[in-house]
């Protein structure tokens, strides 16, 4: 019998901003955690979210739906939701769906939006890695969510 796949959440914020980072698999068991996590950085004030996306192994049209809901009730907020670096299962979703400009990161070579670097926010901002770099670097120590334990 095959493992379950897990997905793990990990949050960093500064002020109004998050950067969630995802981890695993996005699919019709774990969605329901995606969209708890982005609805719970509404409920808190945060109205600009990145999600890196670099870890995903697979995310399904459920995964694609949940980023969607919480793009529009983002939107609604006055903030904004970009996913960075999807996986190719996920990038495929997004041109078939002609999703993509609602959700993806404008292209910028490897700058993408960041959190600002100090209480003023007049430091550089840290970058997301290319994709092919090492994520250990993005994650906090413990998850928000792992494996669907709240």
């Known amino acids: 019998m095959p493992t379950p796949q897990m997905l793990n959440i990990y949050r960093r914020d500064r ?4 950067l969630i980072t995802l981890a695993g698999e996005i699919d019709l068991v774990s969605a329901p955690w995606v969209s708890e996590t982005l ?10 979210i990145d999600i890196d996306l670099t870890p995903v192994t697979f995310c399904d049209c459920t995964g694609l739906n949940a980023f969607l809901h919480a793009a529009h009730r983002t939107a609604e907020a006055g903030g904004s939701l970009r996913l960075h670096y999807p996986p190719p299962v996920l990038a495929r979703l997004l041109a078939l769906t002609g999703t993509g400009s609602l959700l ?24 997301l890695p290319p994709r092919h770099q090492a994520v250990r670097r993005l994650v906090p120590a413990a998850p928000v969510v792992s494996g669907g334990v709240l």
């Open 104 to 127: 993806l990161a404008l292209p910028a070579g490897d700058m993408t939006p960041a959190l600002p670097g100090d209480p003023a926010g007049s430091s550089p901002a840290p970058q």
């Open 39 to 48: 609805e719970r950085c509404l409920c808190e004030g945060i109205r600009t």
């Open 15 to 18: 002020k109004n901003r998050a």
